[in-house]
């Protein structure tokens, strides 16, 4: 709906619709007094502004589709269209996640709480419903094979990494919420808090926001501004070899540092901890640059028998079905979700599935290599 639009953005459209619709009233009359002056032929003057009308009129028909029917995100989340779906179909609970269940404290007795975190990979980004996601999926499956068992919760957040997913478990544990199984999602740019080029490289990036108030408060046109910034940027193109290679060196190191202390903290605090590794799906085939980097968290993960699954053999014979948001967001969609979800109930929580959670061993991995 156009009322759920910035009240600014609604006011200025408003008055942009006003002066159009008079400068065509302005035109005409024009016209139709040189016509009874005798004109014949339309001066240019006036053939020109009628040209600027209708171009003027073409764009803001385009800016009104984009501000009010299209619907999608980008990457980056960094145009006012993306940013506005989000305004639209993201709805956190009291505690501030989002999720369409509270995320309380302590939960019924009997029960156990399974918390999926993540960064925008588990959130859902460009997800509109959040039954669709993997971790909503999991849990209406839960509830239907063992009704009131479990609860299932989902505390991600976007743009989140390693180390603030690790303070975040750490937090909400500190006060009092009750987990009993953890499943982390490893979406692959988690290592960015040990990658100082990354940081860097945002903040270039942070410097290309538009300032000229069209390409700035528009819809339209805003967009526009950053898919020629997406395309072009040499940051942006370079950012998923500069991931790639974060894996062979110091930042690997920083990352799996992190990932002990996570574990750590469940083992003290006797969470089961599991592991979900999400591949980058708009480059997933038989080039994929990441191998390497799932080979080093599967690896670190059977070193720390911890549960995992790792879902490029998962995806990879569906990418042909289109497993992307859309074209210029390599978020995973329903259907990735719907694939990540089944891979979930049988491959990481089948003793969940089964009534076996207290005698799974925590030497048992669910990785598919």
Request: hydrophobic share 45%; net charge negative.
């Amino acid at each position: 709906m156009p009322f759920d639009l910035p009240e600014g953005y609604l006011l200025g459209l408003v008055g942009w619709m006003i002066a159009l619709a008079a400068s065509l009233v302005a035109l005409l009359k024009w016209r139709r007094r040189l016509r009874l002056k005798g004109f014949r032929n339309e001066p240019r003057r006036i053939l020109a502004g009628l040209s600027l009308w209708f171009f003027l009129a073409a764009l803001t028909v385009c800016e009104l589709y984009f501000a009010i029917v299209y619907d999608q995100t980008d990457a980056f989340n960094m145009s006012n269209v993306s940013q506005h779906w989000f305004v639209r179909h993201v709805h956190a609970n009291p505690e501030g996640f989002r999720d369409a269940a509270p995320f309380t404290r302590s939960v019924p007795a009997g029960k156990e709480r399974i918390a999926f975190v993540g960064d925008s990979f588990t959130f859902g980004h460009g997800i509109k419903n959040v039954a669709d996601r993997f971790s909503d999926r999991v849990g209406a499956r839960l509830e239907a094979v063992r009704p009131g068992k479990y609860i299932e919760s989902n505390i991600s957040s976007t743009g989140i990494h390693v180390q603030l997913i690790t303070n975040l478990v750490e937090e909400i544990v500190g006060r009092g919420y009750q987990v009993d199984v953890l499943v982390y999602t490893i979406c692959l740019n988690d290592i960015e808090a040990y990658e100082p080029a990354i940081d860097q490289m945002q903040e270039r990036l942070d410097l290309q926001s538009p300032k000229f108030f069209l390409f700035r408060d528009t819809y339209f046109l805003n967009m526009l501004y950053f898919r020629v910034q997406q395309a072009w940027l040499p940051d942006v193109r370079s950012y998923y070899g500069l991931l790639a290679g974060s894996y062979d060196g110091q930042p690997w190191q920083g990352m799996r540092g992190k990932l002990d202390e996570l574990r750590e903290f469940c083992e003290a605090k006797k969470i089961d901890l599991r592991i979900v590794v999400f591949p980058f799906l708009h480059n997933l085939g038989p080039e994929y640059p990441f191998d390497a980097a799932h080979e080093k968290i599967a690896g670190y993960c059977r070193e720390a028998h911890l549960r995992f699954l790792d879902l490029k053999p998962i995806l990879l014979p569906h990418v042909a079905e289109g497993l992307t948001v859309n074209r210029f967001d390599a978020h995973p969609n329903e259907r990735a979700h719907a694939l990540a979800a089944q891979a979930i109930e049988t491959d990481l929580l089948d003793d969940l599935f089964a009534g076996n959670l207290h005698e799974a061993s925590g030497e048992h991995t669910a990785a598919k290599d």
